[in-house]
């Protein structure tokens, strides 16, 4: 479990991060870097400062010019204030203005109490229906997926997300219960599971390996341990995983 | 207590007495169950952090903690403290024991009512710790409750009784606060002395005065939801249930409810909720800062502009709260510009306390180390908000623990440390005495050393990403189990934070009786609540007329009118 390491091993070259493992990531990995650096400089100069003032003897000339002490110094933070927002609200609108390439890999992430599962709509692309009335665990049907729609024949039901790598994905979420939030941190990617609500994000793998799939909004007495495998293999690895699993539906 | 608060009047009967009007006996009453409630939300905090160093961990008569238990604690912990602390004892609790003096009132202008609101927070009180009481514990959504999960009482343990006891105590502290909002505004607009124009209030005032309009709007949307989701959880109605809900093998979802709509309402509610903390702090440190240094606050018209501006735009960022929650993206970068904005006269409230310090020469007292301690964790805490405001990081950062490192040092450390600043410097006003200042000195160092020591490192398991609201890191997936060495020094430095407390334990017993005595104006101040004499009075000059330089008399007091100096 070297990656599980990761956090203590090099904390220095990714600011405590695991390593990213996604094309969007570089750019919020860059963004981190930067403002953390400049957010905590201003803290060290301005607790620095608080220091000497207090250790500072009395001095007899007046107060400073509220220039020097409260116009340009405030002007500065604005300017980095300006630079900080401009340049996240890019990286913000470049991925998620806009929806996923219609060549996307399509995969549904369904949340609930406390389990990921994860819906891959098979051959004919298109996801079967779900009713909550249909939701059985046990008969092996976690998500309600309705058996008399055409669609949901082909359909797979994994409790681990597989992916091929350097494939755009298209996750579409929800959940059966309460919220939950669908959080990898190695994918610098968290969204939100809102029962009734469908909600889209997307992103593109770049690194083979495994890494962890956490629930991050309270969710009930489970919510530490609802957690989940993301697993990034070559396109090869994945057809094969998805032929074996379509043999086990097909069964 | 209460012998003091009457002070001179004649004696009251015991009736009267239990249920004063009086708004000094209020405020050091608002001020003692604001301590019963931080030391409880304290016990609660170090429970969990020992939870989180030794998972496992067998609890003498109770054995190892459940994760629901943990959860309980979590949302107990972060109500009591930021209602029945953080909101109650600055903006209640100093606002009642010294604003009517600040502005030369003979007393708060609705007593009444006054009287009545304490009972009412009392009576939400009780309610909440009721819930610990019932068969199946408190409730275990958090503070912010979000449903389905607090609208369907088999969602878990504790959302049954539990959570309708954190929504009828919260629905009850709505009215309470409204009535201490209504009377603050009244006392402001009316009760002033003469020739206490606005732009003579001290900063303390100002942020009171902004801190009600808060509460009378952001608890209004908030007693609005409570009902809403009450009528959800009892009478059959749908406005946060979604269609085909299904909770614990059932379908409980009929209606077409939303669930965002939950979101939207507490967190326009609860992003003001956090200026409501912590205006007051900051109105009642730039005082501090300028009396013990005895300089003029740098920028007065500004600052008491930048108080209002704060508030005005606290209503506009609660959206921030929202960028990973499902929201329309676009309004992801929306509420992320206007949080940048708010940051600009949050940042020039500090460069005014630099300023205001800048010749030095301080006089060292206790409540001075504890303003420059609110100053320092403010800067700690505020300069992780244009972080967390850009939605590009919050995506990674949001509910992770660098949130929590945020919040609670600018909240709960600035804010306790601004309130402990205030109980210092205002404790002649309650019992004629000084606080010692050698435990003071020690109460701070400790306390200062030990909250950097617990939130610190918080930043960096966030960084690592680690969730909140975890009972244990140890999950199945093995990312987080690397962070229990740090998880165990937080949870020493946590038990070195509540154990400085101590300090201040011993000596706000110690000095009430043993004190020295405080005499007219210990600090040299020159706002009117030290006034020697409560008589009518007229105010002929600014709040902060401090002038370093001349040797013996370097301050005129806002009651000393022109022909008595000199």
């Not at chain 1, 083979?208 to 609802?226: D, F, K, N």
């Not at chain 2, 809403?228 to 077409?256: E, M, Y």
Request: charged share 10%.
């Amino acid at each position: 479990m070297l990656r599980g390491a990761a956090p203590l091993a090099i904390p220095l070259r990714d600011w405590w991060m695991p390593p990213n493992a996604a094309a969007h990531g570089v750019a919020v990995d860059r963004l981190m870097r930067w403002d953390v650096a400049a957010m905590s400089t201003c803290f060290l100069l301005a607790n620095l400062l608080l220091v000497w003032l207090f250790l500072r003897p009395r001095r007899k000339s007046s107060a400073p010019s509220p220039w020097r002490a409260e116009f340009i110094p405030l002007g500065l933070l604005i300017v980095l204030y300006i630079v900080m927002a401009a340049t996240a609200e890019h990286v913000w609108a470049r991925e998620r203005f806009e929806g996923a390439a219609p060549a996307a890999l399509r995969v549904e992430v369904v949340a609930q109490q406390f389990q990921w599962y994860f819906h891959y709509p098979g051959i004919d692309a298109a996801y079967g229906e779900s009713r909550p009335q249909l939701i059985n665990a046990a008969l092996g049907n976690p998500i309600g997926l309705d058996p008399t729609d055409r669609h949901s024949k082909d359909d797979l039901v994994s409790s681990e997300l597989v992916l091929p790598i350097d494939r755009e994905v298209d996750l579409q979420l929800r959940s059966t219960d309460v919220i939950h939030g669908f959080f990898v941190p190695e994918m610098r990617l968290k969204q939100n599971a809102v029962p009734g609500v469908t909600s889209h994000v997307h992103f593109t793998p770049i690194r083979e390996g495994t890494y962890p799939i956490l629930c991050s909004q309270v969710c009930g007495s489970g919510h530490a341990r609802m957690q989940a495998h993301m697993r990034v293999v070559s396109p090869t690895v994945y057809n094969a995983w998805l032929a074996t699993r379509a043999k086990r539906v097909g069964q | 207590m209460n012998d003091l608060s009457a002070g001179g009047r004649a004696r009251p009967t015991l009736l009267k007495r239990i249920f004063t009007t009086d708004d000094r006996a209020l405020g050091i009453r608002y001020l003692l169950l604001s301590l019963v409630a931080v030391i409880v939300g304290t016990l609660l905090s170090l429970a969990m952090r020992v939870q989180l160093a030794s998972p496992g961990i067998r609890w003498p008569l109770h054995g190892p903690m459940l994760p629901e238990e943990y959860l309980s604690l979590v949302t107990m912990h972060g109500t009591l403290m930021v209602f029945f602390v953080l909101t109650t004892a600055p903006q209640s609790g100093f606002a009642n024991l010294v604003l009517p003096q600040q502005i030369g009132a003979h007393r708060m202008a609705l007593p009444w009512l006054n009287g009545l609101g304490f009972w009412i927070v009392v009576l939400a009180l009780v309610v909440l710790l009721s819930a610990f009481l019932l068969p199946a514990g408190g409730p275990i959504s958090g503070w912010t409750s979000y449903p389905p999960y607090s609208a369907v009482a088999s969602a878990g343990p504790g959302q049954g009784g539990g959570m309708d006891c954190w929504l009828i105590s919260i629905g009850l502290f709505c009215l309470g606060s409204w009535f201490n909002a209504v009377n603050v505004l009244v006392t402001v607009l009316t009760e002033r002395a003469r020739g206490m124009t606005l732009g003579r209030m001290p900063l303390t005032v100002w942020s009171w005065f902004v801190s009600a309009i808060l509460i009378l709007l952001a608890f209004t949307v908030l007693f609005a939801a409570i009902v809403l989701l009450f009528c959800d959880r009892h009478f059959g109605t749908a406005f946060f249930i979604p269609q085909g809900d299904w909770i614990s093998g059932q379908v409980v979802g009929h209606g077409d409810g939303s669930p965002l709509l939950w979101l939207h309402l507490f967190w326009f509610f609860g992003h003001p909720e956090v200026y409501i903390a912590i205006l007051p702090g900051m109105g009642l440190v730039s005082g501090l800062i300028a009396n013990f240094s005895r300089r003029p606050v740098v920028g007065y018209r500004m600052m008491a502009a930048a108080t209002v501006l704060i508030g005005l735009l606290g209503f506009v960022v609660w959206g921030h709260h929202m960028f990973v929650s499902g929201m329309n993206p676009y309004a992801g970068t929306a509420f992320g510009l206007t949080t940048m904005a708010i940051a600009v006269p949050s940042t020039a409230e500090v460069f005014s306390w630099l300023g205001t310090l800048w010749g030095g020469g301080l006089r060292r007292t206790t409540p001075l180390l504890f303003a420059l301690g609110f100053l320092s964790l403010f800067i700690a805490g505020g300069v992780t908000g244009p972080i967390l405001a850009l939605p590009a990081l919050d995506q990674y950062l949001h509910n992770t623990f660098f949130v929590v490192a945020h919040f609670h040092l600018i909240m709960a450390m600035a804010g306790a440390f601004s309130i402990f600043a205030g109980i210092y410097y205002w404790f002649p006003l309650m019992t004629g005495r000084l606080m010692s200042e050698r435990l003071g000195r020690w109460h701070f160092w400790l306390s200062l050393i030990a909250a950097y020591g617990t939130f610190f490192p918080m930043h960096l398991e966030g960084l690592a990403g680690r969730p909140r609201h975890y009972a244990q890191v140890t999950g199945s997936t093995s990312s987080l189990a690397s962070l229990l060495p740090m998880e165990r020094g937080v949870t020493w430095a946590a038990l070195l934070l509540g154990a400085a407390q101590l300090l201040f334990l011993f000596n706000l017993i110690w000095s009430t009786r043993r004190g020295r005595p405080a005499g007219d104006n210990p600090w040299q101040a020159t706002t009117l609540e030290w006034r020697p004499v409560h008589a009518p009075v007229t105010v002929g000059r600014g709040p902060y007329e401090y002038h370093s330089g001349s040797s013996e008399e370097d301050f005129i007091p806002q009651w000393e009118t022109a022909s008595q100096q000199e």
